[in-house]
Protein backbone atom coordinates (compact mmCIF):
# COMPACT_ATOMS: atom_id res chain seq x y z
CA UNK A 1 0.00 0.00 0.00
CA UNK A 2 1.28 3.53 -0.85
CA UNK A 3 2.42 6.01 1.40
CA UNK A 4 0.10 8.68 0.68
CA UNK A 5 -3.19 5.91 2.18
CA UNK A 6 -5.58 7.02 -0.42
CA UNK A 7 -8.28 4.10 1.22
CA UNK A 8 -8.17 5.73 4.70
CA UNK A 9 -8.60 9.04 2.82
CA UNK A 10 -11.68 7.90 1.41
CA UNK A 11 -10.64 8.68 -2.32
CA UNK A 12 -13.08 8.36 -5.53
CA UNK A 13 -12.12 8.07 -8.79
CA UNK A 14 -14.25 8.25 -11.85
CA UNK A 15 -12.38 6.43 -15.24
CA UNK A 16 -14.68 7.74 -18.48
CA UNK A 17 -14.20 5.08 -21.11
CA UNK A 18 -15.98 5.16 -24.94
CA UNK A 19 -16.12 2.85 -27.52
CA UNK A 20 -12.91 1.46 -28.26
CA UNK A 21 -11.08 2.40 -25.10
CA UNK A 22 -9.30 -0.58 -23.93
CA UNK A 23 -7.02 0.30 -20.70
CA UNK A 24 -10.38 1.27 -18.63
CA UNK A 25 -9.86 -2.16 -16.51
CA UNK A 26 -6.20 -1.91 -15.99
CA UNK A 27 -6.63 1.72 -14.38
CA UNK A 28 -9.80 0.15 -12.39
CA UNK A 29 -7.22 -2.51 -11.26
CA UNK A 30 -4.87 -0.36 -9.93
CA UNK A 31 -6.82 2.57 -8.47
CA UNK A 32 -9.14 -0.35 -6.49
CA UNK A 33 -6.99 -3.11 -6.21
CA UNK A 34 -3.78 -1.51 -5.53
CA UNK A 35 -4.31 1.49 -3.78
CA UNK A 36 -7.78 0.76 -2.31
CA UNK A 37 -9.61 4.24 -4.28
CA UNK A 38 -13.16 3.19 -4.76
CA UNK A 39 -13.68 3.98 -8.54
CA UNK A 40 -16.42 4.08 -10.91
CA UNK A 41 -16.73 3.43 -14.58
CA UNK A 42 -18.30 5.98 -16.87
CA UNK A 43 -19.97 5.68 -20.12
CA UNK A 44 -19.41 8.39 -22.99
CA UNK A 45 -23.26 8.50 -23.13
CA UNK A 46 -23.79 10.03 -19.40
CA UNK A 47 -23.46 13.21 -18.28
CA UNK A 48 -22.39 12.63 -14.41
CA UNK A 49 -21.77 14.27 -10.98
CA UNK A 50 -18.77 15.90 -10.54
CA UNK A 51 -18.19 14.69 -6.81
CA UNK A 52 -15.35 12.57 -7.51
CA UNK A 53 -11.70 13.49 -6.16
CA UNK A 54 -9.72 12.60 -9.70
CA UNK A 55 -10.63 11.59 -12.91
CA UNK A 56 -8.85 9.17 -15.63
CA UNK A 57 -9.26 9.05 -19.56
CA UNK A 58 -7.69 5.93 -20.54
CA UNK A 59 -5.97 4.91 -23.48
CA UNK A 60 -7.26 2.77 -25.97
CA UNK A 61 -8.86 3.32 -29.40
CA UNK A 62 -11.50 5.74 -29.21
CA UNK A 63 -14.12 5.67 -32.04
CA UNK A 64 -11.45 3.85 -34.12
CA UNK A 65 -9.13 6.83 -34.11
CA UNK A 66 -11.70 7.92 -36.92
CA UNK A 67 -11.20 11.58 -37.82
CA UNK A 68 -8.29 12.17 -35.14
CA UNK A 69 -7.30 10.42 -32.39
CA UNK A 70 -9.78 11.81 -29.38
CA UNK A 71 -11.73 14.28 -31.86
CA UNK A 72 -14.86 12.16 -31.52
CA UNK A 73 -14.54 10.92 -27.81
CA UNK A 74 -13.69 14.88 -27.08
CA UNK A 75 -17.26 15.84 -28.09
CA UNK A 76 -19.30 13.08 -25.90
CA UNK A 77 -21.86 14.03 -23.52
CA UNK A 78 -19.63 12.61 -20.46
CA UNK A 79 -16.78 15.29 -21.53
CA UNK A 80 -19.02 18.63 -21.17
CA UNK A 81 -19.35 16.73 -17.50
CA UNK A 82 -15.51 16.26 -17.38
CA UNK A 83 -15.01 20.00 -18.77
CA UNK A 84 -17.24 20.95 -15.38
CA UNK A 85 -14.82 19.12 -13.21
CA UNK A 86 -11.85 20.78 -14.69
CA UNK A 87 -13.78 24.18 -13.95
CA UNK A 88 -13.77 22.73 -10.28
CA UNK A 89 -10.06 22.29 -10.20
CA UNK A 90 -10.68 18.06 -9.78
CA UNK A 91 -7.43 16.24 -10.56
CA UNK A 92 -7.68 14.70 -14.81
CA UNK A 93 -5.59 12.57 -15.85
CA UNK A 94 -5.33 11.63 -19.50
CA UNK A 95 -3.24 8.81 -21.03
CA UNK A 96 -2.24 7.51 -24.36
CA UNK A 97 -5.98 8.07 -25.95
CA UNK A 98 -6.79 10.02 -22.81
CA UNK A 99 -4.32 12.23 -23.55
CA UNK A 100 -5.43 12.88 -27.26
CA UNK A 101 -8.94 13.32 -26.01
CA UNK A 102 -7.86 16.17 -23.49
CA UNK A 103 -5.76 18.25 -25.88
CA UNK A 104 -8.78 17.78 -28.31
CA UNK A 105 -11.26 18.49 -25.98
CA UNK A 106 -9.07 21.96 -25.21
CA UNK A 107 -8.39 21.15 -22.03
CA UNK A 108 -4.61 20.64 -23.02
CA UNK A 109 -2.70 22.76 -25.21
CA UNK A 110 -1.51 21.50 -28.63
CA UNK A 111 -2.18 17.77 -30.32
CA UNK A 112 -0.62 14.62 -30.82
CA UNK A 113 0.38 13.71 -34.29
CA UNK A 114 1.25 10.94 -36.12
CA UNK A 115 4.50 8.89 -34.79
CA UNK A 116 7.94 10.25 -37.42
CA UNK A 117 8.47 7.26 -38.42
CA UNK A 118 5.17 6.23 -39.32
CA UNK A 119 5.62 3.16 -36.78
CA UNK A 120 3.58 2.27 -33.86
CA UNK A 121 5.43 2.85 -30.90
CA UNK A 122 5.22 -0.68 -28.07
CA UNK A 123 7.62 -1.05 -25.95
CA UNK A 124 9.19 0.29 -22.82
CA UNK A 125 10.91 3.49 -22.72
CA UNK A 126 13.40 5.78 -20.87
CA UNK A 127 11.58 8.57 -19.16
CA UNK A 128 12.76 11.65 -16.87
CA UNK A 129 10.29 13.85 -15.33
CA UNK A 130 10.45 17.72 -15.46
CA UNK A 131 9.04 20.94 -14.71
CA UNK A 132 7.20 20.60 -11.35
CA UNK A 133 7.83 17.14 -11.54
CA UNK A 134 11.40 16.71 -11.35
CA UNK A 135 11.15 17.62 -7.29
CA UNK A 136 8.93 14.43 -6.76
CA UNK A 137 10.62 11.60 -9.20
CA UNK A 138 14.24 12.42 -9.10
CA UNK A 139 15.83 9.55 -10.80
CA UNK A 140 14.87 8.32 -14.34
CA UNK A 141 12.29 5.31 -14.56
CA UNK A 142 10.65 3.19 -17.06
CA UNK A 143 7.24 2.81 -18.81
CA UNK A 144 5.62 1.07 -21.40
CA UNK A 145 4.34 3.16 -24.29
CA UNK A 146 2.02 2.17 -27.30
CA UNK A 147 1.03 4.52 -29.67
CA UNK A 148 0.93 5.88 -33.36
CA UNK A 149 0.02 9.08 -32.46
CA UNK A 150 2.26 10.29 -29.94
CA UNK A 151 4.21 13.16 -31.51
CA UNK A 152 3.41 16.05 -29.47
CA UNK A 153 3.45 19.16 -31.52
CA UNK A 154 2.15 22.86 -30.39
CA UNK A 155 2.63 26.12 -31.65
CA UNK A 156 6.23 27.60 -30.97
CA UNK A 157 5.10 29.69 -28.09
CA UNK A 158 3.28 27.22 -26.39
CA UNK A 159 6.54 25.16 -26.12
CA UNK A 160 7.75 27.88 -24.53
CA UNK A 161 5.31 28.50 -22.05
CA UNK A 162 5.36 24.61 -21.41
CA UNK A 163 9.02 25.26 -20.55
CA UNK A 164 9.11 28.12 -18.71
CA UNK A 165 6.19 27.31 -16.14
CA UNK A 166 7.55 24.00 -15.34
CA UNK A 167 4.47 22.24 -17.51
CA UNK A 168 6.00 19.25 -18.72
CA UNK A 169 5.49 16.29 -16.63
CA UNK A 170 7.94 14.06 -18.27
CA UNK A 171 10.05 13.29 -21.32
CA UNK A 172 11.91 10.67 -23.17
CA UNK A 173 15.36 9.52 -22.64
CA UNK A 174 15.18 8.32 -26.08
CA UNK A 175 12.83 10.86 -28.52
CA UNK A 176 10.78 7.41 -29.67
CA UNK A 177 7.75 9.26 -31.76
CA UNK A 178 9.56 12.92 -33.26
CA UNK A 179 7.70 14.80 -29.81
CA UNK A 180 8.68 18.42 -29.79
CA UNK A 181 11.28 18.80 -26.76
CA UNK A 182 11.12 15.07 -25.81
CA UNK A 183 7.98 15.63 -24.52
CA UNK A 184 5.93 12.37 -23.38
CA UNK A 185 3.49 14.59 -20.85
CA UNK A 186 2.36 18.11 -19.96
CA UNK A 187 0.21 19.55 -17.77
CA UNK A 188 -2.22 22.68 -17.53
CA UNK A 189 -1.48 25.93 -16.17
CA UNK A 190 -3.15 24.88 -12.60
CA UNK A 191 -0.98 21.31 -12.64
CA UNK A 192 -4.19 19.67 -11.94
CA UNK A 193 -4.92 18.50 -15.76
CA UNK A 194 -2.44 15.79 -17.14
CA UNK A 195 -1.88 13.99 -20.38
CA UNK A 196 0.93 11.70 -20.67
CA UNK A 197 1.64 8.85 -24.14
CA UNK A 198 3.20 6.13 -21.35
CA UNK A 199 1.20 4.08 -19.35
CA UNK A 200 1.90 3.84 -15.33
CA UNK A 201 -1.27 1.69 -15.21
CA UNK A 202 0.84 -0.95 -16.55
CA UNK A 203 3.64 -0.90 -14.71
CA UNK A 204 2.21 -1.02 -11.00
CA UNK A 205 2.26 -5.02 -10.24
CA UNK A 206 5.68 -6.38 -10.06
CA UNK A 207 5.32 -9.40 -12.69
CA UNK A 208 4.45 -6.11 -15.33
CA UNK A 209 8.09 -5.07 -15.16
CA UNK A 210 10.34 -6.17 -17.81
CA UNK A 211 13.69 -5.56 -16.18
CA UNK A 212 12.74 -8.22 -13.82
CA UNK A 213 14.40 -5.83 -11.21
CA UNK A 214 10.40 -5.49 -9.50
CA UNK A 215 10.42 -2.05 -9.22
CA UNK A 216 6.91 -1.20 -10.61
CA UNK A 217 7.62 2.15 -11.88
CA UNK A 218 4.49 3.40 -12.51
CA UNK A 219 3.76 3.83 -8.81
CA UNK A 220 6.19 6.61 -9.15
CA UNK A 221 3.58 8.31 -10.77
CA UNK A 222 0.36 6.84 -9.11
CA UNK A 223 2.39 7.86 -5.40
CA UNK A 224 2.92 11.26 -6.82
CA UNK A 225 -0.31 12.02 -8.49
CA UNK A 226 -2.86 10.87 -5.35
CA UNK A 227 -0.65 13.13 -3.29
CA UNK A 228 -1.25 15.93 -5.01
CA UNK A 229 -5.06 14.92 -4.44
CA UNK B 1 -33.18 22.35 -49.84
CA UNK B 2 -30.21 20.22 -49.97
CA UNK B 3 -26.99 21.19 -50.66
CA UNK B 4 -23.66 18.54 -51.08
CA UNK B 5 -21.11 20.41 -49.10
CA UNK B 6 -17.15 19.65 -49.28
CA UNK B 7 -14.45 20.14 -46.59
CA UNK B 8 -10.57 20.03 -47.24
CA UNK B 9 -8.17 19.34 -44.33
CA UNK B 10 -4.70 19.65 -44.89
CA UNK B 11 -1.90 19.36 -42.42
CA UNK B 12 -0.10 22.95 -42.07
CA UNK B 13 3.21 23.42 -43.84
CA UNK B 14 4.48 23.33 -40.44
CA UNK B 15 3.51 19.92 -39.41
CA UNK B 16 5.47 16.81 -40.93
CA UNK B 17 2.65 14.64 -42.81
CA UNK B 18 4.73 11.54 -42.68
CA UNK B 19 2.36 9.30 -45.19
CA UNK B 20 2.58 12.02 -47.73
CA UNK B 21 6.22 12.24 -46.86
CA UNK B 22 6.65 8.29 -47.44
CA UNK B 23 4.78 8.28 -50.51
CA UNK B 24 6.75 10.75 -52.12
CA UNK B 25 10.09 9.16 -51.05
CA UNK B 26 9.22 5.79 -52.69
CA UNK B 27 7.63 7.56 -56.15
CA UNK B 28 10.92 10.07 -56.28
CA UNK B 29 12.93 6.39 -55.88
CA UNK B 30 10.92 4.56 -58.88
CA UNK B 31 12.14 7.20 -60.66
CA UNK B 32 8.76 9.58 -61.40
CA UNK B 33 10.43 12.97 -62.69
CA UNK B 34 9.58 16.19 -61.94
CA UNK B 35 7.64 14.95 -58.59
CA UNK B 36 8.90 17.62 -55.98
CA UNK B 37 6.38 17.22 -53.09
CA UNK B 38 3.31 14.97 -51.87
CA UNK B 39 1.63 15.68 -48.94
CA UNK B 40 -1.98 13.68 -47.99
CA UNK B 41 -5.20 15.43 -46.80
CA UNK B 42 -8.37 14.37 -46.25
CA UNK B 43 -11.73 14.92 -48.04
CA UNK B 44 -15.25 15.24 -46.04
CA UNK B 45 -18.50 15.46 -48.01
CA UNK B 46 -21.32 16.48 -45.78
CA UNK B 47 -24.52 16.36 -47.35
CA UNK B 48 -26.88 19.47 -45.70
CA UNK B 49 -30.42 20.64 -45.60
CA UNK B 50 -30.74 24.27 -45.58
CA UNK B 51 -32.79 27.18 -46.92
CA UNK B 52 -30.23 29.03 -48.92
CA UNK B 53 -26.52 28.66 -49.60
CA UNK B 54 -25.36 30.97 -47.48
CA UNK B 55 -26.85 29.04 -44.46
CA UNK B 56 -25.32 25.76 -45.63
CA UNK B 57 -22.39 27.38 -45.62
CA UNK B 58 -22.93 28.55 -42.08
CA UNK B 59 -23.74 25.42 -40.83
CA UNK B 60 -20.84 23.07 -42.82
CA UNK B 61 -18.31 26.30 -41.21
CA UNK B 62 -19.92 25.44 -37.43
CA UNK B 63 -19.02 22.25 -37.77
CA UNK B 64 -15.79 22.02 -39.66
CA UNK B 65 -15.02 24.36 -36.98
CA UNK B 66 -16.34 22.11 -33.93
CA UNK B 67 -15.22 19.07 -35.20
CA UNK B 68 -13.84 18.19 -38.26
CA UNK B 69 -10.93 20.19 -38.05
CA UNK B 70 -7.80 20.80 -35.70
CA UNK B 71 -6.43 24.16 -36.06
CA UNK B 72 -3.26 23.23 -33.75
CA UNK B 73 -2.31 21.05 -36.93
CA UNK B 74 -4.79 21.08 -39.54
CA UNK B 75 -5.86 24.01 -41.81
CA UNK B 76 -9.19 23.58 -43.77
CA UNK B 77 -11.36 24.98 -46.94
CA UNK B 78 -14.90 24.18 -47.39
CA UNK B 79 -17.53 24.48 -49.68
CA UNK B 80 -21.24 24.37 -50.68
CA UNK B 81 -23.30 23.37 -54.23
CA UNK B 82 -26.89 22.97 -54.19
CA UNK B 83 -28.11 19.60 -55.46
Known amino acids: MNSNNAKARNLRAGVLYFPGTNCERDLVHALENIYGIKT ?15 YFVPGGFSYGDYLRSGALAARSISMRSLKEAAQQGRMI ?10 TEAGLLPGALVRNEKLKHVCRWVGLEAAGKW ?3 IDKPFQLPVSHSEGNYIAPEETIRELVNEGRILCKYSE ?5 TENIAGITDRSGRILGLMPHPERALEPTNDFTYTKNTPGRYFFDT ?3 MV | MHYQGKVKVRFKKSVLEPQGKAVELQLKETHHSGILEIRVGKWIDVLIDAESEKEALSKLQALADEVLYNPVMEVCEIEVEKV
Do not use: R
Not at chain 1, 47 to 53: G, I, K, L, R, V
Not at chain 1, 93 to 102: A, E, R, S
Open chain 1, 134 to 136: AAH
Open chain 1, 93 to 102: VGICNGFQIL
Open chain 1, 40 to 54: ELLWHTESFQTEHDL
Open chain 1, 175 to 179: NVNGS
Open chain 1, 225 to 227: LLG
